[in-house]
């Protein structure tokens, strides 16, 4: 008998199975990427998990009364530009109170401070101009973030897929990840404003390397090329400080507390709502007697020795 003629492949069913096998990609794609955004959640997760816990001060230590003037924040990029100086000391003024080792003075009325006791030029970014007494204030944290720089880099990673048809663009399927490396310097003096003196002192090194989806960081312009420097937002350069800041201030927490702990007389802030007393020059005629002044912790004006509210603002202790 003659043998029967091969029939040909059905066209039809040629076509299923290479719509089948490409839904097997793309649910294979999919089910990448959503492993690959669960996993820089929990890393964008266990990145800002610690950030401002810290240990619990040495027992017994009074809490000086502390202000922070503008860094000064030098890098590449726009990340460095800005208001870069004045949120390094919003972010480092709310971590120092969530060490739980300082009563911190709000910025604004530091700067109010200033202003009324005609100090406006005793600091200037990340240093003490000049020594002068501010009336309200132990110490002034003053800091530098130096070279602060936020690069990119792009990686690929091949998912071995081969090319079917044109459901793809004809190509490989690839995966991006745009992979941010953050560094800086950050120096932090506690520094006596009176006499100008450096009471405690730290400088350390930040570098990190992370995805930008991992960190929580919108690339402002994609397009760059690998290992150039790249523009982030406002909100986007605040937390890269603040996760510089709270690295430098976790390092500099020992000799913190050993400063803490061997100058208590220096720890006058104590209770926010009450005055400070700082003694002034003994009046004439009088014989080995000091005055002492008494002002508001508060708006730092001068108030009568037995005084209790501000006559200045009219709050116990303070305007």
């Known amino acids: 008998m003659p043998r029967s003629p091969r029939s040909p492949r059905s066209p ?14 793309f649910i294979l ?5 959503g492993c690959s ?11 800002t998990a610690d950030v401002g816990k810290y240990p619990p ?27 870069a100086n ?23 009325q530091l700067t109010k401070l200033l ?24 110490y002034l944290l003053v800091g530098k973030v130096t070279n602060l720089r936020v690069k990119k880099d792009t990686k690929q990673h091949e998912l071995g897929l081969a090319r079917v048809g044109n459901l793809f663009g004809g190509g490989d399927i690839k995966k991006k990840d745009i992979v941010l490396t953050t560094e800086c310097g950050v120096d932090i003096r506690l520094v006596n404003p009176t006499t100008g003196e450096i009471m405690m002192t730290s400088s350390t090194e930040y570098k990190r390397m992370d995805t930008a989806g991992a960190m929580g960081v919108d690339i402002l312009g994609a397009n760059a090329s690998s290992d150039a420097d790249i523009q982030v937002d406002e909100d986007d350069k605040g937390k890269i400080l603040r996760l510089a800041l709270d690295d430098a201030l976790k ?27 700082h003694e002034g020059p003994a009046p004439a005629g009088a014989s080995g007697a000091v005055a002492t ?23 116990r202790g303070g305007g």
């Not at 794609?29 to 990427?33: K, P």
């Not at 017994?60 to 208001?83: E, H, Q």
């Not at 390094?88 to 604004?108: G, N, P, W």
């Not at 390092?251 to 007393?277: C, E, N, Q, R, Y």
């Open 29 to 33: 794609a999919c089910s990448t990427v």
């Open 293 to 315: 002044k008494k002002f508001c912790s508060q708006c730092g004006k001068e108030i009568a020795g037995d005084t209790k509210f501000c006559p200045h603002g009219g709050a």
């Open 115 to 138: 202003d009324e006791q005609n100090l406006e030029g005793i600091v200037k970014p990340g240093e003490l101009a000049r020594p002068g007494q501010v009336r309200g204030v132990d």
């Open 86 to 108: 004045e949120l390094a000391a919003d972010q480092m003024t709310t971590l120092l109170e969530q060490s739980e080792r300082f009563t911190m003075i709000e910025r604004a």
């Open 57 to 83: 001060p040495p027992a017994g230590i009074s809490k000086p009364r502390v202000g922070v003037p503008p860094f000064k924040v030098t890098g590449t990029g726009a990340v460095a530009s800005g208001d």
């Open 12 to 25: 039809f069913g040629l076509t299923i199975a290479l719509v089948t096998l490409n839904s097997m990609l």
């Open 251 to 277: 390092k500099a927490l020992p000799k913190i507390d050993s400063f803490l702990v061997s100058h208590p007389a220096k720890a006058m802030g104590g209770d926010a709502s009450m005055p400070m007393t």
């Open 37 to 47: 955004s669960s996993g820089e959640s929990a890393q964008r997760d266990t990145l």
